[in-house]
């Protein structure tokens, strides 16, 4: 894609709700890898394949691109927070855990990313309706811990509960980038970041998971495959591509649509349960999402950033 033509409004609109089905779909399909592949060795070797994809990607770009090479303590933090910890939570969590309630709950993302740019950032304090978002947001994770996640067994909470550690790693990350990474080449901190994010996650795994069988049979390559290339490569250079052009609201959809579109494919492919307390809590959730995404001004880079997996 060019970075000289403008897309019209139609291709931007389109290009969003690909961005949607898929980062939506990538929940369902982690949670098929599962079924043959410990989490560890399954995230380790997206990852490995999406880094070596984008050597050849950033080859490409990084000149389209511009801005400088990142510093190295930057994409070392940048593939710790947002590779290696967030990833291997939601990998584990879904051994315990339906897809698309993982994802219900890692969409409290776009909040904590607010909650944190309040406090460490200039000129991204929050707003009355924000804090009302915070509110209804914390309702709908009440009514959820209440009421599905009891269902799961004895690991149920306290693995919903260590989930919540991945998107405030994914927070810091995003933090201190935007504080520290405004002329980096973000191709380059991503190519850099996921190699190095590759390495943490086959280190667990080497360490925690050689007793335990890996099937690499072909639905768990086909998986694989799907959320290194479509799932983690192309989505990831064309969001960075649409942040050129989208307006901010509309890129701020992606943030809430895609649990949506993560609940109603783990129901309809998986056979996830989705209960009346489930529709009630996400709806507060995503809702609260809506307020707090929609600032009343144009946000920057990072606060359009979706929840995607």
Same mark, same amino acid.
């Given at each position: 894609?060019?970075?000289?033509?403008?897309?019209?409004?139609?291709?931007?609109?389109?290009?969003?709700?690909?961005?949607?089905? !898929?980062?939506?779909?990538?929940?369902?399909?982690?949670?098929?890898?599962?079924?043959?592949?410990?989490?560890?060795?399954?995230?380790?070797?997206?990852?490995? &394949? %999406?880094?070596? #994809?984008?050597?050849?990607?950033?080859? @490409?770009?990084?000149?389209?691109?511009?801005?400088?090479?990142?510093?190295?303590? /930057?994409? !070392?933090?940048?593939?710790?927070? $947002?590779?290696?910890?967030?990833?291997? #939570?939601?990998?584990?969590? +879904?051994?315990?855990?339906?897809?698309?309630?993982?994802? &219900?709950?890692?969409?409290?993302?776009?909040?904590?990313?607010?909650?944190? *740019?309040?406090?460490?950032?200039?000129? +991204?304090? &929050?707003? $009355?309706?924000?804090? =009302?978002?915070?509110?209804?947001?914390?309702?709908?994770?009440?009514? &959820?811990?209440?009421?599905?996640?009891?269902?799961?067994?004895?690991?149920?909470?306290?693995?919903?509960?260590?989930?919540? /550690?991945?998107? !405030?790693?994914?927070?810091?990350?995003?933090?201190?980038?935007?504080?520290?990474?405004?002329?980096?080449?973000?191709?380059?901190?991503?190519?850099?970041?996921? =190699?190095?994010?590759?390495?943490?996650?086959?280190?667990?795994?080497?360490?925690?998971?050689?007793?335990?069988?890996?099937?690499?049979?072909?639905?768990? !390559?086909? $998986?694989?495959?799907?959320?290194?290339?479509?799932?983690?490569?192309?989505?990831?250079?064309?969001?960075?591509?649409?942040?050129?052009?989208?307006?901010?609201?509309?890129?701020?959809?992606?943030?809430? @649509?895609?649990? %949506? #579109?993560? =609940?109603?494919?783990?129901?309809?492919? %998986?056979? +996830?349960?989705?209960? @009346?307390?489930?529709?009630?809590?996400?709806?507060?959730?995503?809702?609260?999402?809506?307020?707090? @995404?929609?600032? *009343?001004?144009?946000?920057?880079? #990072?606060?359009?950033?979706?929840?995607?997996?």
């Amino acid at each position: 894609m060019s970075n000289t033509t403008t897309p019209s409004p139609a291709v931007v609109r389109g290009l969003i709700a690909v961005l949607c089905l !898929i980062w939506g779909s990538t929940w369902v399909v982690i949670k098929g890898g599962l079924r043959d592949l410990p989490p560890f060795t399954s995230a380790g070797a997206r990852f490995a &394949l %999406a880094a070596l #994809i984008m050597i050849g990607v950033a080859a @490409v770009l990084k000149k389209r691109e511009g801005g400088g090479a990142p510093p190295v303590w /930057l994409w !070392i933090v940048q593939g710790t927070t $947002s590779f290696a910890m967030s990833y291997g #939570i939601v990998y584990h969590a +879904e051994t315990v855990l339906p897809s698309g309630l993982v994802s &219900l709950l890692f969409g409290v993302y776009p909040m904590l990313q607010a909650l944190a *740019g309040h406090f460490f950032l200039d000129q +991204e304090q &929050l707003r $009355s309706n924000q804090w =009302l978002g915070f509110a209804l947001g914390l309702a709908g994770l009440v009514l &959820l811990f209440r009421t599905d996640l009891r269902g799961f067994g004895p690991d149920g909470i306290p693995t919903a509960l260590l989930l919540f /550690l991945s998107p !405030i790693a994914v927070v810091v990350g995003t933090t201190l980038v935007k504080r520290h990474g405004g002329g980096v080449n973000s191709t380059l901190l991503n190519r850099n970041g996921m =190699l190095f994010g590759a390495a943490l996650l086959l280190a667990a795994a080497f360490a925690l998971e050689r007793d335990v069988p890996a099937n690499w049979t072909a639905p768990a !390559i086909a $998986s694989v495959a799907y959320l290194a290339v479509v799932g983690t490569v192309i989505t990831f250079s064309l969001f960075f591509w649409l942040l050129r052009f989208a307006p901010a609201h509309r890129m701020a959809l992606i943030a809430y @649509v895609t649990p %949506a #579109i993560a =609940l109603f494919l783990g129901w309809a492919f %998986a056979g +996830e349960p989705v209960t @009346v307390s489930t529709l009630t809590g996400a709806g507060c959730v995503l809702c609260g999402v809506l307020l707090v @995404v929609h600032r *009343g001004h144009r946000p920057s880079t #990072i606060d359009r950033r979706p929840a995607h997996r």
